[in-house]
Structures are given as C-alpha cells and as structure tokens.
C-alpha cells in the first residue's frame, strides 16, 4: 500500500484546526437571531458524537442554549471494552460522568430518554411525557440491534448468546461466560456485514478474547464466523495472531462459508449459509444493527435503516432543522467509530451556528484514528483525513500500521491506543480517566 | 480475494474514457447507455414492471456486492422467462452475466455476488418466452471504507472447491432454491502484479444446472461477477432425481458435481 502515512501529532494538529477554524465569528448569534431568546439546541445521545456536539456548541458560541438529552448518568464506551474482557482494562475506567459538561461549559444536561420526535412543532418527548422546544435537533442516537433480521437472534437469545455491542450488562455478561467457560472450550463470534459499528471490533474482540484465553484457559479455540471476504486491517490483524496466539484464532470467510443464517442461542449453536453446524461453549453474535430508534421516530431514516445525510452540515435532507451524526449516519468512508463521531460532533457544531447566524457551513474536514489492542503491548491502526468533495464525503489520505513493523513499533502504538483514549474521553465528555 | 483501492482506480481511470458515451444523459434509461444491452434489445422497447433488481444503494466493499434479480413470469411452457442479462454500466466491460431459463426453474430468480469498480447504475434486462422485454435499473453508490483496508492476494489452495446447498426436500413441482458457489479468483485480466504485469484473465465463463439431463438455468459470468462465483436459483422438480451443476472455466476446465433432489 503507498497510501500516505500520518502521525498522530498531524492529527492532532488537524483536530485542532478543525475547532480553531470553526469558531465562527459566531459571538451574539443567540441575541442577533432571536431577539432575546437565545436559540435552543437540542441533542440526543451523550456519547462520543453528542457529548462533543454539545460541548462544542458552547465552546464555539456560548449564548446558546444547549440541552443534552442522556438516559445514562455514566456513559461506558465501546472503544476499550474489547480490553476489558482481554483483562487490560478496568470496566470503570470506560465509564464517563456528565458533570464537566454541565459545570464548566453550561451544557444543560438531562437525564431521560427521548422517546418521540415531533418536526413539524419542533419538540421532543421525554419518558414521563415532559416534552422540550427546539430550534435545532442534533441525533446521535448510535445504534440499535435488528432484532429477529439474523433467524433466532432476538432480545431473549442475546440474554444466552450475548452481542456485547453496546458497553454494559451485555459486556459483563459475555465476560462471566467467558470466565465460567472450561478449558477446552470453543468462543465462536458471529461478524456481521457492512456496515456496522466499528469495522474493526470483532476482531480486536477475538484478539483479546485470545489474551484471556492464552492467560487462563490456554487449551481453547476461537471460531471467528465471517459475513464478509475480507476486513479491516486484515493482514494486520492476520499477522498479528499467528504472533501472538499461533493457531488459536480461526477466521472463516463468506466464501468459506462464514456466514451465519440461524442462531439456536440455547444450545449456543449457529448454522452457517452452506448448512454447516458449529457448537460453541461461549457465543458472541455481533448482529446486524440500524440507527437508534429515535432516529425513526424523527422520520430522518430511510430504507435502509440508516439516516442519509446532507455532507457538509450532516443536516437531514428529510426533517427540517434536524442534524444527525455518529453510527446512526450514512456517511461512509468514514467508518462508524468514536473518533469519527467526535469529529462530526465538531463540524455538525459549527453548522447548526452557521446556520443559525444565516452564514454558509465552514468547509468541513474530518479525521479518524481506529486503534486495535491485538495483545499487550501489540497495537496496530488505520488512520484517515475525510472532506467533501463533488457533493460527496471521500477519503483525501490515510494511512495503516506497516506490515513489516517491529515489536517496539507495536508497542508504541499500545500505548498511542492508551492515550488516544484518555485524549479522546477528555475532548469528549471533558473527564479523565478516574483511576 | 479483494481488489485494492489502487487496482479499482487502475479500472475507474479505464471506465472512464471507454464507457461514457458523449450522448449519455442524465434522463436516458440505463439500458440507453449499454451497447451490449442495446445490442440484444435489437430495436425493442423494454417495459420497467415485473421486474426487480435489488443492491445496497451503498457499497463499502465494491469487490463483492449481493444483487438480487426478479422476474414475474408463471413459469409454464407457454409463458416463462427466457433470458436475464445484467449490466454494470460502469465498469470497463458492463456485462455482468447473462442466464437462460427454463419453465423447470420454476421461478426466474437468482441471488449473485458482483463486482462494481465505482458509484454507477446496474441495469437489468428479461426477455420472456413470448418475446417481450422488460428492465430495471439501480443506483449504487461504491465506497471504501478508511477502516476497510484489504488484503490483494488472493488463496489459492482451495481453487475449484465448490459449495452446494439443496433443500431437504421438495414440494412436487414447487420452486426450492439452490446455493452454488465455486472459489475463484475471477482474475479480471485488468490487474496488475508487482512488477507491472498484467495478471492474465482468467476466469469462470459458464455455469450449468441441469435436472435428470434437463436444463434448468444457464449463466455466462464475465468479469464482473465477483471472486468466488456464488448463484442462488431455483429448480421446480416433479419427482425426485438428480441436479447436475456444471462450472467451466475459460481455459476449458471443467468441474461438475451432482446432488440428489427428494420430492
């Protein structure tokens, strides 16, 4: 691959030029725009993508109204949750508060979930039916599983045969059964089609379900049951098991007959397209997924459950008023990731004020980093600078760990893992890490 | 297995100056835009109802794209549909595949896996036995994922193994589907190896499937069909017998496997 490497202080460096140049010249929107109102934004979903939103909505102009609108008082992140079932993270240290958001950038801050959307008065429903005003909705509902899509793989088989795709009690739920799993045992992990969340996770997932397994329970197998001919970082990834695990890890195609058609989650038995049985001791499906439910209800989803976009403002071509960023969008080549979500969480910031200034969108530009812990110490990534070009969101350079690294460049990039996380909660949600 | 983001640039840049036609607009039917299709259309006036095409409206792995096509026809002697060609309008050759039914298939659908080197419309042409022609068209948008970076190296251990799946049992003369799928790397002849040359075309030209003796369905592949030919139809079957799946590559080898049907 010749694609152009970057580094992550020239990431950094166009993190931060993103924010300085959107700063708009945007003091005094509230008072210019609505008389002695200040515009009221509204957000819904505080995680990597409506933390930032928010934030930056104050940060950029703090006249405005904000309200962050979060069913979870402590928001556990997906990124790292890998590493706590690898046994390399603390499940705690996933878990981010809300109070700097509240106490030192004035984002109101409610804990409740959204349950409808109404575009046409501009409001929002809470549970307990209090409903709020907005002048413009930011969604970054994430994701929602497509219950009953994959045959067998309901909410009740999901309580035997756990995703784990949302950080929670499906991840201490995996992580028991992983733990209460003889040694000898076989962990299959069901790997969806595109597009999903974080195209790199279930790999990571079975490399750090290896970690566990090399530590504790060394006599076992991972059976990793792919929807797809190939996957991020691949060879990387490839790679970087025959180092660390030799054998332990099988991946096995589409055209080998990896894809799962029928889940039996009480017998934790899958069924594959060609008709083969594989029995698992532990069984990790990661499901096909759509945007958050609130998505539908505000009409901004489209056939294909995901929510179409317009490109330099993430505005909804569908539903006046309303932005959507994250997992929830359609917005590839950017990958559905953390880091993607902040950095839309930013330019979607300053298109809401442009708009309300009823000034053109800064020229957007985004980046994304996504770190894989293959096993301690043993870091690779893949990296890529996104803008819009003809209309349309496209990749203008990127880069992927080189192949013939050695261990200390692998090493290096563990630890790069290691603070980009602590890097990005803090730009997020303005926490460190508590630990 | 995959193509890299540097081969399909290598075939985007190739699509670009041998496929847009100067009289190309954007109101034209995608049939329009086809020598090939205009070619078999010989003058006729295909009709947009009956007919179904089904892809992702976007694509993160332009390598391997499922398509689904439909035809409404009852399938009898008098009435079935004779010939399905599909058309990537977009790629350096458009011609996807082209399959021939019989009434025997009992229902003229079938599922692939294709390859589609940039954003562009796929087109579908039927002809039914009657002698009508009927189309449908889809938009779809290709892109490559920053976190999709892959592999170009393709396995060659298990060249010309095949997957077969044939329903438990049948329904007399009701339509059941079949699953082939064949490992190939359907080298396009496009690609380039390390030093600069051409890796030559090679690839799965012909596929038959035939019941007791009996055609069922008939698929010519080109270039476009993705690593890995995969077909899905359907087989109609009064009693039970014996299908008989028939892959041949360009170089003439065959590879022929057999499954029994139970009604």
């Given at each position: ?17 993103l924010?300085?140049g959107s700063?708009l ?28 939103a ?82 413009r909705?930011i ?168 929510v179409p976009i317009e490109p330099r403002t993430f505005r909804s071509p569908?539903?006046?008023?309303v932005y959507v960023i994250?997992?929830?969008t359609q917005a590839a080549p950017m ?5 993607v979500?902040?950095t839309q969480g930013k330019s979607v910031a300053a298109a809401v004020l442009a708009d309300l200034a009823g000034e053109e969108t800064p020229d957007p530009s985004w ?18 600078v996104y803008g819009v070009r003809d209309g349309e969101i496209e990749e203008f ?39 | ?263």
């Amino acid at each position: 691959m010749d694609r152009m490497r970057i580094n992550r202080r020239q990431l950094l460096g166009l993190f931060g030029s993103l924010g300085a140049g959107s700063v708009l010249a945007a003091s005094g929107i509230g008072r210019a725009v609505a008389g002695n109102q200040p515009p009221r934004i509204t957000v819904i979903g505080g995680g990597f993508g409506g933390a930032t939103a928010a934030k930056y909505l104050k940060r950029f102009d703090p006249s405005v109204h904000v309200t962050l609108i979060e069913p979870s008082r402590r928001y556990y992140t997906c990124p790292f949750s890998n590493l706590y079932l690898g046994g390399l993270y603390d499940f705690e240290d996933l878990g981010h508060g809300y109070r700097e958001l509240a106490r030192d950038y004035g984002v109101q801050v409610i804990h409740s979930t959204a349950t409808d959307i109404d575009t046409e008065q501009r409001t929002v429903t809470l549970a307990g039916d209090e409903t709020l005003r907005w002048d413009r909705l930011i969604l970054s509902p994430g994701i929602d599983i497509r219950w009953g899509e994959l045959e067998g793989y309901t909410r009740d088989a999901a309580e035997l045969a756990p995703h784990a795709w949302k950080a929670g009690p499906q991840t201490h739920l995996l992580k028991k059964q992983l733990e209460s799993m003889e040694d000898g045992g076989t962990f299959i992990l069901v790997a969806p089609q595109d597009p999903f969340r974080c195209p790199p996770g279930p790999y990571e997932r079975g490399s750090m379900v290896a970690n566990y397994f090399k530590n504790h329970k060394p006599k076992s197998k991972i059976l990793l049951l792919d929807a797809k001919d190939n996957f991020s970082k691949q060879p990387l990834f490839q790679q970087g098991w025959q180092e660390n695990y030799g054998d332990m890890i099988e991946w096995v195609s589409r055209s080998n007959d990896g894809t799962v058609i029928r889940v039996d989650a009480a017998n934790r038995e899958v069924e594959t397209e060609f008709g083969t049985r594989h029995k698992a001791d532990v069984l990790n499906v990661v499901p096909p997924q759509k945007a958050g439910f609130i998505a539908d209800r505000a009409g901004v989803t489209d056939d294909s459950g995901w929510v179409p976009i317009e490109p330099r403002t993430f505005r909804s071509p569908q539903a006046d008023g309303v932005y959507v960023i994250g997992d929830a969008t359609q917005a590839a080549p950017m990958p559905k990731s953390g880091f993607v979500a902040n950095t839309q969480g930013k330019s979607v910031a300053a298109a809401v004020l442009a708009d309300l200034a009823g000034e053109e969108t800064p020229d957007p530009s985004w980046a994304n980093t996504c770190y894989s812990t293959i096993a301690p110490g043993y870091g690779i990534s893949v990296a890529g600078v996104y803008g819009v070009r003809d209309g349309e969101i496209e990749e203008f350079s990127g880069g992927i760990s080189p192949e013939d690294a050695d261990g200390e460049f692998r090493r290096k990039e563990a630890e790069h893992a290691v603070a980009w996380y602590e890097a990005i909660a803090q730009d997020t949600w303005g926490t460190y890490q508590e630990g | 297995m995959a193509v890299t983001r540097r081969q399909f640039l290598a075939w985007g840049t190739a699509a670009g100056t041998a496929l847009f036609l100067p009289t190309a607009g954007a109101s034209r039917a995608g049939w329009e835009r086809i020598d090939a299709a205009r070619d078999v259309l010989d003058g006729a006036e295909p009709r947009s109802s009956g007919i179904r095409l089904d892809l992702p409206s976007v694509s993160q792995d332009g390598s391997s794209i499922s398509l689904t096509a439909e035809v409404d026809s009852p399938m009898t002697e008098d009435d079935y549909i004779e010939a399905l060609h599909l058309y990537a309008a977009g790629n350096p050759t458009p011609e996807i595949a082209t399959l021939r039914f019989q009434p025997r298939a009992g229902k003229a659908r079938v599922g692939m896996r294709i390859r589609l080197d940039e954003s562009q419309r796929v087109v579908a042409l039927a002809r039914t036995s009657q002698g009508q022609w009927l189309t449908a068209e889809r938009e779809v948008r290709v892109t490559s994922s920053g976190c999709l970076v892959r592999a170009d190296t393709y396995a060659s251990d298990n060249l010309f193994q095949t997957r077969i799946r044939v329903p438990d049992s049948f329904r007399s003369g009701e339509p059941g589907e079949i699953l082939t799928l064949i490992q190939h790397p359907m080298e396009t002849g496009l690609r380039e190896d390390d030093d600069g040359e051409k890796i030559p075309k090679r690839i799965i030209e012909h596929f038959a499937a035939e019941l007791d003796g009996q055609p069922v369905v008939e698929a010519e592949f080109f270039r476009s069909v993705a690593a890995n030919p995969y077909l899905r139809f359907f087989v109609s079957p009064q009693e039970s017998g014996e299908l008989e799946l028939t892959w041949r590559e360009d170089t003439g080898e065959k590879v022929v496997e057999s499954r029994s049907v139970r009604v």
